[in-house]
């Protein structure tokens, strides 16, 4: 019995029965590399390495939600003062009232009550509340620990550092305060 030949139109797939086998081993390598060439070539290329990650500036939508924490912390802390049962800070008039001097520095630094009360620490804020504490007691009979109380809750002797630094805080930037009459 002869072998059966395979009956396809390429002659270099037709079995041959007098073919060695190396031949056969080779013509297997060609069209494995064939098969590979094919493949690389219909291949879709990898994907580009991912980039470096990019350390970005804090954006105003988190600078804005900041404040916007810090404001709401000092309400909270407001509410405690009342929860708590704090006796109430009384009102003097000797010239001003806290209120309007509150009101005054915090037109003139463009800032609103809740961001003079926050717990901040930027130069903007602390000169305006430094400029509170120096006013309130300049202008009017309340004691450090009321003017404390009323700045967020803070200590006196905080008021008393806010107080003693901005007359030298004004005098560096080159705007000197009148004396104490």
């Given at each position: 019995?002869?072998?059966?030949?395979?009956?396809?139109?390429?002659?270099?797939?037709?079995?041959?029965?007098?073919?060695?086998?190396?031949?056969?081993?080779?013509?297997?390598k060609?069209?494995?590399?064939?098969?590979?060439?094919?493949?690389?070539?219909?291949?879709?290329?990898?994907?580009?390495?991912?980039?470096?990650?990019?350390?970005?500036?804090?954006?105003?939508?988190?600078?804005?939600?900041?404040?916007?924490?810090?404001?709401?912390?000092?309400?909270?802390?407001?509410?405690?003062?009342?929860?708590?049962?704090?006796?109430?800070?009384?009102?003097?008039?000797?010239?001003?009232?806290?209120?309007?001097?509150?009101?005054r520095?915090?037109?003139?630094?463009?800032?609103?009550?809740?961001?003079?009360?926050?717990?901040?620490?930027?130069?903007?804020?602390?000169?305006?509340?430094?400029?509170?504490?120096?006013?309130?007691?300049?202008?009017?009979?309340?004691?450090?620990p009321?003017?404390?109380?009323?700045?967020g809750?803070?200590?006196?002797?905080?008021c008393?550092?806010?107080?003693n630094?901005?007359?030298?805080?004004?005098?560096?930037?080159?705007?000197?305060?009148?004396?104490?009459r």
């Amino acid at each position: 019995m002869s072998e059966p030949q395979c009956t396809t139109n390429d002659a270099q797939y037709t079995t041959n029965p007098t073919r060695t086998q190396a031949q056969l081993h080779a013509q297997y390598k060609a069209a494995q590399e064939r098969m590979r060439a094919a493949a690389r070539r219909h291949r879709e290329p990898p994907p580009p390495p991912a980039p470096e990650p990019v350390i970005v500036p804090e954006s105003q939508v988190v600078i804005a939600l900041r404040r916007e924490i810090d404001v709401m912390a000092a309400k909270i802390r407001e509410l405690e003062w009342i929860v708590a049962g704090k006796p109430k800070v009384h009102v003097s008039a000797k010239w001003h009232s806290y209120q309007s001097i509150e009101r005054r520095i915090c037109r003139v630094f463009g800032m609103n009550r809740a961001e003079l009360l926050a717990n901040r620490r930027d130069k903007r804020t602390v000169l305006a509340r430094q400029a509170v504490m120096y006013w309130t007691c300049r202008l009017t009979k309340r004691s450090l620990p009321e003017i404390g109380r009323l700045i967020g809750g803070r200590d006196h002797t905080t008021c008393l550092s806010g107080k003693n630094a901005y007359p030298k805080k004004r005098a560096a930037m080159g705007r000197f305060l009148r004396a104490v009459r």
